[in-house]
């Protein structure tokens, strides 16, 4: 099992910056990928950012070259790194984890993140 605690988010005008934070524990020696997920009202949850243990790092096609995840030296807490918001990011945000050991995915309970002016 795992406990994923999520930090950061609220509000912020566009173009303003954000950062989250994810920090896993449990079962971590049993991590392969961490990342985090959005959902929007009407939407369905869509890729953000998520890394593997290869050190390979995938992003959605919306926050590319505004958005950067990266992973402290404790490798089992990642960071979302959030510039030039637009309104549009305006969703829930999930910290994800996929076990290998467990073959299934983790989720945290969200945090808000608000793209206004």
């Known amino acids: 099992q795992f406990q994923l605690v999520e930090s950061g988010g609220g509000l912020v005008q566009p173009g303003g910056s954000l950062r989250l934070s994810c920090a896993a524990s449990?079962?971590?020696?049993?991590?392969?990928?961490m990342g985090w997920y959005r959902q929007a009202p009407g939407k369905e949850r869509e890729l953000v950012a998520r890394?593997?243990?290869?050190?390979?790092?995938e992003y959605g096609d919306s926050v590319k070259d505004r958005f950067t995840l990266s992973r402290d030296g404790a490798k089992y807490t990642i960071h979302l790194q959030m510039n030039n918001l637009r309104p549009e990011d305006t969703a829930v945000y999930y910290c994800?984890?996929?076990?290998?050991?467990?073959?299934?995915?983790?989720w945290g309970q969200g945090t808000q993140v608000t793209v206004s002016s």
């Open positions: 994800n984890v996929y076990s290998w050991r467990m073959g299934r995915e983790y």
């Open positions: 890394l593997t243990n290869d050190g390979t790092t």
């Open positions: 449990g079962s971590i020696d049993s991590v392969y990928r």
